[in-house]
């Protein structure tokens, strides 16, 4: 038997809040939701963050990457200034080029690194503050299927357990 330290409603509750998270597709999402957890699904793209105003050389991936709405806006995990920004091959061999679900708060810009002194050069693009999740879109939809169709379960297993019966 396994245990577990996380009790049924508890679960319960931490199910029915994901189900519940906006899902972002557009910019104007992005703005709307800023600050906020939420579901952005897109697709995975690795990105040269150097300044190169004219695209006079090629691209240089280091790590950075962004998911591409279907408008067209990037949202750069993470600050393209913090260590997590920089992700790890496996996860960039993984994800490249396929739609995936990111569970996290996003923020409608980069925000400034803490501590700076004087302003920065930095991206004027969405950015996601947190990463709880990574999925593959079409994994992250059955997930979600499967976590409703569980939620309804344990609600009808709830209410039997909560029953009051009369022995007659």
């Not at 679960?11 to 972002?24: A, G, Q």
């Amino acid at each position: 038997m396994v245990k577990t330290t996380v009790g049924l409603s508890q679960l319960t509750e931490n199910l029915n809040y994901m189900k519940k998270l906006p899902i972002i597709l557009t910019k104007a999402e992005v703005n709307k939701y800023h600050r906020q957890k939420v579901i952005v699904i897109g697709k995975y793209t690795q990105k040269d963050v150097r300044y190169n105003p004219f695209n006079l050389s090629p691209p240089i991936y280091e790590g950075n990457v962004a998911v591409i709405l279907p408008d067209g806006t990037g949202v750069y995990l993470y600050p393209t200034w913090h260590k997590k920004a920089i992700r790890p091959a496996k996860e960039i061999a993984m994800y490249e080029n396929h739609l995936v679900a990111i569970v996290g708060i996003i923020s409608k810009s980069i925000p400034d690194p803490p501590n700076s002194r004087y302003p920065i050069a930095k991206l004027l693009s969405p950015c996601t503050l947190t990463i709880d999740a990574i999925e593959l879109y079409k994994n992250a939809r059955q997930s979600i299927h499967i976590f409703r169709r569980w939620i309804i379960d344990c609600s009808i297993f709830t209410e039997i357990a909560n029953a009051k019966y009369t022995i007659a």
